[in-house]
């Protein structure tokens, strides 16, 4: 019975949106409202608790809301410059097929954002860019989503390992480098292949019918993108611990797919266009801005991120200077919710739209439409997002309670535990995924779970360290289908509404994920 009111987080959002086909914004309403009447009525959780876990959810939800807003307004901005044009002419020197612009703009440039800001960034980024570029919306989002996970591991300069792990015993450099080192080498099996994995999603959902036999054209030259990437995540991981190893792997991997797509090495000569969304014309004329001009906010957006996250003094001012961080909420100890202003992504893409204008000499008018138009495309978002992390925030918070039970989260994974006993290297990238579905991040599913992965660990022999880069791997790969990720990612393509038909595209890559990260696990398990 606990462990059915335990679920009930995951199975309510999984029934209202992917079974009955619901929006976000009334599925999450009644998910929400089952697990709140459940965390009352069965798991002792008092009424102030639970409305201090809602009001942070609703607190929670503005700041992601405010990331949203900053990507979708960044891309209007330089829909209304031009420089979308320029920018899509500049990949069709590259290439003009579809499935090489996946690869570079979802996973590598979103790798790189990744590396940066992590947080659901990337896919609000990359997502909108790859629509104006002329994918289908659906495509857009579901690509964005599958793209954004090798790279989470390390996102937002090692979080999800640094912090993620912080709760382990001898957690501290030793330990996280090694974890990283982990990681890297288990996603030489998982990661790699998942360039061709975005091709085979791109061909069989979104073709012209002739499915899979589209994908199989680029397998070499996907593979040869893929190993670049994991292969140097290894490198850069042993040289230099996992604070970079995002950013450094994306760079190295943006390099050799522009340069061997350039040339045309190992792709077909025939260019696939199957996925352009309905009326979607190519601008033939050619664009005044020089492309340097028309990139230059997204990389504005990679160097604020990065000095915002690494130089000491830069990092402390932004941490600071504008703070509606809310501590104790209703005055109940320990439920908090953190909102930096200047720290946050979406600040940094608003300053980023703003440097555009500047930038490429236009109106300050083209800003002006552009929020005009992104404050109308989120509200839905906004409301979905309310419910979700009400819901989060409460199955999160479940411990805080009168009938002296851990909390849901916690409960899943012992009963789990009890179940797979020795083979626990197969389950462990599961209950990451399971946190990350949850909670909507992979740092706090590692926060959460990390302590319970480590003590089976240890209880049945199997190496810590490989268990816990599972958990984060897992945490990584849950990014894919966590419910307000995929709110976000729908909002920002223009299809609020459709969560659920995106999840059941991108539920199967997370659960392959997951079971080739633990095919990996064991195999590094097997020779060390």
Same mark, same amino acid.
Do not use: C
């Given at each position: 019975?606990?462990?059915?009111?335990?679920?009930?987080?995951?199975?309510?959002?999984?029934?209202?949106?992917?079974?009955?086909?619901?929006?976000?914004?009334?599925?999450?309403?009644?998910?929400?409202?089952?697990v709140?009447?459940?965390?009352l009525?069965?798991?002792?959780?008092?009424?102030?608790?639970?409305?201090?876990?809602?009001?942070q959810?609703?607190?929670?939800?503005?700041?992601?809301?405010?990331i949203?807003?900053?990507?979708i307004?960044?891309?209007?901005?330089?829909?209304?410059?031009?420089?979308?044009?320029?920018?899509?002419?500049?990949?069709?020197?590259?290439?003009?097929?579809?499935?090489?612009?996946?690869?570079?703009?979802?996973?590598?440039?979103?790798?790189?954002?990744?590396?940066?800001?992590?947080?659901?960034?990337p896919?609000?980024?990359?997502?909108?860019?790859?629509?104006?570029?002329?994918?289908?919306?659906?495509?857009?989002?579901?690509?964005?989503? $599958?793209?954004?996970?090798?790279?989470?591991?390390?996102?937002?300069?090692?979080?999800?390992?640094?912090?993620?792990?912080?709760?382990?015993?001898?957690?501290?450099?030793?330990?996280?480098?090694?974890?990283?080192?982990?990681?890297?080498?288990?996603?030489? +099996?998982?990661?790699?292949?998942?360039?061709?994995?975005?091709i085979?999603?791109?061909?069989?959902?979104?073709?012209?019918?002739?499915?899979?036999?589209?994908?199989?054209?680029?397998?070499?030259?996907?593979? $040869?993108?893929?190993?670049?990437?994991?292969?140097?995540?290894?490198?850069?991981?042993?040289?230099?611990?996992p604070?970079?190893?995002?950013?450094?792997?994306?760079?190295?991997?943006?390099?050799?797919?522009?340069?061997?797509?350039?040339k045309?090495?190992?792709?077909?000569?025939?260019?696939?266009?199957d996925?352009?969304?309905?009326?979607?014309?190519?601008k $033939?004329?050619?664009?005044?801005?020089?492309?340097?001009?028309?990139?230059?906010?997204?990389?504005v957006?990679?160097?604020?991120?990065?000095?915002?996250?690494?130089?000491?003094?830069?990092?402390?001012?932004?941490?600071?200077?504008?703070?509606f961080?809310?501590?104790?909420?209703?005055?109940?100890?320990?439920?908090t919710?953190?909102?930096?202003?200047?720290?946050?992504?979406?600040?940094?893409?608003?300053?980023?739209?703003l440097?555009?204008i500047?930038?490429?000499?236009?109106?300050?008018?083209?800003?002006?439409?552009a929020?005009?138009?992104?404050?109308?495309?989120?509200?839905?978002?906004?409301?979905?997002? +309310?419910?979700?992390?009400?819901?989060?925030?409460?199955? /999160?918070?479940?411990?805080?309670?009168?009938?002296?039970?851990?909390?849901?989260?916690?409960?899943?994974?012992?009963?789990?535990?009890? /179940?797979?006993?020795?083979?626990?290297?197969?389950?462990?990238?599961?209950?990451?995924?399971?946190?990350?579905?949850?909670?909507?991040?992979?740092?706090?599913?590692?926060?959460?779970?990390?302590?319970?992965?480590y003590?089976?660990a240890?209880?049945?022999?199997?190496?810590?360290?490989?268990?816990?880069?599972?958990?984060?791997?897992?945490?990584?790969?849950?990014?894919?289908?966590c419910?307000?990720?995929?709110?976000?990612?729908?909002?920002? $393509?223009?299809?609020?509404?459709?969560?659920?038909?995106? +999840?059941?595209?991108?539920?199967?890559?997370?659960?392959?994920?997951?079971?080739?990260?633990?095919?990996?696990?064991?195999?590094?398990?097997?020779?060390?």
């Open positions: 019975m606990l462990l059915l009111v335990a679920l009930s987080a995951i199975i309510a959002p999984f029934i209202f949106l992917v079974i009955f086909r619901m929006t976000a914004l009334k599925g999450m309403f009644f998910s929400a409202v089952i709140i009447a459940l965390a009525l069965v798991w002792g959780m008092e009424g102030d608790i639970v409305l201090a876990s809602v009001f959810g609703i607190h929670k939800a503005l700041t992601i809301l405010l949203l807003f900053g990507a307004v960044l891309l209007n901005t330089l829909k209304h410059t031009g420089a979308v044009d320029r920018i899509n002419q500049g990949f069709q020197n590259i290439s003009g097929d579809m499935r090489v612009q996946v690869v570079i703009v979802a996973f590598l440039f979103g790798s790189l954002i990744e590396g940066a800001a992590g947080f659901g960034t896919a609000a980024v990359t997502g909108p860019l790859m629509v104006a570029l002329g994918f289908n919306p659906m495509a857009a989002a579901v690509l964005a989503l $599958v793209a954004d996970s090798s790279a989470v591991s390390y996102g937002a300069v090692g979080t999800p390992i640094q912090v993620g792990l912080s709760n382990i015993p001898g957690a501290g450099p030793e330990l996280f480098h090694d974890v990283g080192v982990h990681i890297a080498t288990i996603d030489l +099996i998982a990661g790699t292949f998942i360039p061709f994995v975005l085979v999603i791109l061909t069989f959902f979104f073709g012209k019918g002739k499915g899979i036999k589209d994908a199989f054209p680029l397998l070499p030259w996907a593979l $040869v993108v893929g190993i670049t990437y994991t292969a140097s995540s290894l490198l850069f991981a042993v040289l230099f611990g604070g970079f190893v995002a950013i450094l792997a994306s760079l190295t991997g943006l390099v050799v797919a522009a340069w061997t797509a350039k045309g090495w190992l792709l077909p000569k025939t260019e696939w266009k996925a352009l969304q309905d009326g979607h014309e190519l $033939v004329e050619k664009s005044k801005m020089g492309l340097i001009t028309a990139w230059s906010p997204y990389v957006v990679v160097g604020l991120l990065l000095i915002t996250r690494i130089i000491p003094q830069i990092k402390e001012f932004t941490l600071t200077a504008i703070d961080t809310w501590n104790n909420i209703l005055g109940v100890e320990g439920i919710s953190k909102w930096e202003i200047l720290y946050s992504p979406g600040t940094v893409l608003i300053i980023a739209a440097l555009a500047l930038i490429q000499r236009k109106s300050f008018t083209n800003f002006a439409k929020s005009k138009e992104s404050l109308l495309s989120i509200k839905n978002a906004g409301l979905a997002l +309310i419910s979700t992390l009400a819901l989060v925030q409460v199955f /999160t918070n479940s411990g805080m309670n009168v009938e002296d039970l851990v909390s849901m989260p916690q409960y899943i994974a012992q009963a789990l535990a009890g /179940t797979f006993g020795s083979m626990w290297i197969f389950v462990a990238p599961f209950l990451g995924e399971l946190g990350a579905f949850i909670t909507g991040s992979d740092t706090v599913s590692t926060l959460t779970f990390s302590p319970i992965q003590s089976i240890d209880q049945t022999g199997i190496d810590t360290n490989i268990v816990l880069a599972l958990q984060v791997i897992g945490g990584a790969a849950g990014n894919m289908i419910v307000h990720n995929v709110v976000a990612a729908s909002a920002v $393509v223009g299809l609020s509404g459709e969560e659920g038909s995106i +999840i059941r595209k991108t539920l199967i890559p997370a659960l392959l994920y997951g079971l080739l990260a633990g095919i990996g696990g064991f195999i590094l398990l097997t020779f060390i």
